[in-house]
C-alpha cells in the first residue's frame, strides 16, 4: 500500500478483546451473585443469549435507532426476560457492575503487540476509531498499555455519530492531520468500518476476526490474524 501515512484502527474485537474481556466479566458477576443456583440458569446459556442480544443492541446504536442509555437498560434485562427472570433491579446491578469490572480485564487480541511494534518502526502514525463509550475508550488503552502507540483516541461519543457516519472519520482525520489518500482503516465491522471508511474514501483492511468468510469487496483486503496485515503494510 503507497502513499499510507495515517493508520487508524478500530478498538474493541480488533485490538482490544472485548469478547473474552466481557466473558470473564460476566462469568465474575454471575458466580458472585449465585445466579445459577437461585435461577437454574446455566452460565454458558446465559452467555450465548446476552452476546446475541449485545450484537444486536450496537447494530441499532451503529443504525442510530436507539441510544446508549437504552442499550445499558436492556442488554442485561432482556437477557434475563430470555430465561424467565424478571428483574430490573438485578439487571442493573450486572451493567453498573460490568462496566466497572470489565477494565480489570484487559486481554488483547492476539498479534495486537507485535503488529502495532512493526507499524511504529515503519513510522507510521497510529490511531484509534471507536464506536464505544467516551469514558471507558481511553481508559481501554491506557489500562491494556497500548495507549502509547496512537497519536489520537477518537470515541464515536465525543461527536455524537458512529461509524459508519462520514462525520466520524471527518472528525477523526482533522484531529489526525491526516488526508484521506494517505489513510488505511484497519476494523473487524464490515459495515461500520469497511462500508463507512469505504464511502469517505479511505482505504480499508477488512479484519475478519472470527473467520465468517462472509463479506467481500473489490479492494478491501481481507485477513484472519493481525500478524499478517505485516504482510502488506511494509
Request: with cysteine; charged share 30%; net charge negative.
Amino acid at each position: 500500500m503507497e502513499n499510507i501515512r495515517h493508520i487508524f484502527f478500530d478498538l474493541d474485537n480488533t485490538l482490544w478483546d472485548h469478547r473474552k474481556n466481557a466473558y470473564n466479566t460476566i462469568k465474575d458477576l454471575f458466580l458472585k451473585l449465585e445466579i445459577n443456583e437461585k435461577y437454574n440458569i446455566d452460565f454458558e446459556s446465559f452467555h450465548k443469549t446476552y452476546d446475541l442480544i449485545n450484537e444486536h443492541l450496537w447494530e441499532l446504536i451503529r443504525d442510530a435507532k436507539i441510544d446508549k442509555d437504552y442499550l445499558r437498560k436492556h442488554r442485561f434485562y432482556d437477557t434475563f426476560l430470555e430465561f424467565g427472570v424478571d428483574n430490573f433491579e438485578l439487571s442493573q446491578y450486572f451493567e453498573e457492575h460490568f462496566l466497572d469490572r470489565i477494565l480489570s480485564y484487559n486481554d488483547l487480541v492476539e498479534g495486537t503487540i507485535e503488529l502495532l511494534d512493526h507499524l511504529k518502526s515503519k513510522q507510521y502514525k497510529l490511531h484509534i476509531i471507536s464506536n464505544g463509550f467516551q469514558e471507558v475508550t481511553e481508559r481501554k488503552c491506557i489500562l491494556s498499555g497500548i495507549d502509547k502507540y496512537f497519536e489520537t483516541i477518537t470515541s464515536a461519543d465525543s461527536i455524537g455519530k458512529r461509524k459508519p457516519n462520514a462525520e466520524v472519520f471527518k472528525f477523526a482525520l482533522n484531529e489526525a492531520r491526516a488526508n484521506i489518500d494517505e489513510s488505511l482503516m484497519i476494523g473487524d465491522d464490515w459495515i461500520a468500518d469497511v462500508i463507512g471508511a469505504t464511502n469517505f474514501g479511505i482505504k480499508v483492511i477488512y479484519f475478519d476476526a472470527l473467520n465468517e468468510k462472509i463479506h467481500q469487496m473489490e479492494n478491501v483486503n481481507i485477513f484472519y490474524h493481525l500478524t499478517e496485515i505485516k504482510n502488506i503494510i511494509k
